[in-house]
Nanobody, 112 residues
Framework: QVQLVESGGGLVQPGGSLRLSCAAS??????MGWYRQAPGKERELVAS???????NYADSVKGRFTISRVNAENTVYLQMNSLKPEDTGVYYC????????WGQGTQVTVSS
């Protein structure tokens, strides 16, 4: 059973940056994504990446977020720039076509 551990969240001012990391317990040969759950809202997919590095983004984060992965290290990253208060939420990584048990997520709070 793959285990996913997210890290890198925190409190940041609007316009700031954060880099999230997701470590998987074993190799994942599947499309991976970063999901966000804002307070009172459903979890949504904000970015995804194939094993070959093809990326896709939700319109709300396009141009500001960059997803990447290092397959040899079983790690997926999310670089978040120009953060806005509406980016606040708990961020999770997981597969897109195949899901594993959700990790604990990492809290991102964008506030002045």
């Amino acid at each position: 059973q793959v285990q996913l551990v997210e890290s890198g969240g925190g409190l940041v001012q609007p316009g700031g940056s954060l880099r999230l990391s997701c470590a998987a317990s074993e190799s994942i040969f599947s499309i991976m994504g970063w999901y966000r759950q804002a307070p009172g809202k459903e979890r949504e997919l904000v970015a995804s990446i194939t094993t070959g590095g093809i990326t896709n983004y939700a319109d709300s984060v396009k141009g500001r977020f960059t997803i990447s992965r290092v397959n040899a290290e079983n790690t997926v990253y999310l670089q978040m720039n120009s953060l806005k208060p509406e980016d606040t939420g708990v961020y999770y990584c997981n597969g897109v076509l195949k899901r594993w048990p959700w990790g604990q997520g990492t809290q991102v709070t964008v506030s002045s």
